[in-house]
């Protein structure tokens, strides 16, 4: 499996930690020097190692919110 790069270019928030430290986490992360986009899911500490998670274009992070918002 090739080796998979990241930047994180800026920490967004955490959304949860878990007891064993854990923390899922949104992002704005290059992914093998493509163009930063969000990012949700989790990470250990020091972000040495990672969990599944999802990517968002600008587009899709904004419609993302939008329908967000419209919980109660």
């Keep these: ?3 998979i790069k990241f930047e994180i270019k800026k920490e967004l928030g955490t959304l949860s930690e878990s007891a ?3 923390k899922k986490e949104i ?10 986009k969000y990012d949700i899911r989790d990470w250990s500490p ?3 190692k990672m969990g599944k998670g ?3 274009t600008a587009e899709e992070a904004g419609a993302l919110a939008e329908i967000l918002s419209k919980l109660s």
Excluded: Q, V, Y
């Design 46 to 48: 020091n972000h040495e």
């Design 1 to 3: 499996m090739a080796d």
């Design 54 to 56: 999802i990517t968002l």
């Design 27 to 36: 992002n704005f992360i290059s992914w093998n020097g493509a163009a930063p």
């Design 20 to 22: 064993k430290g854990w």
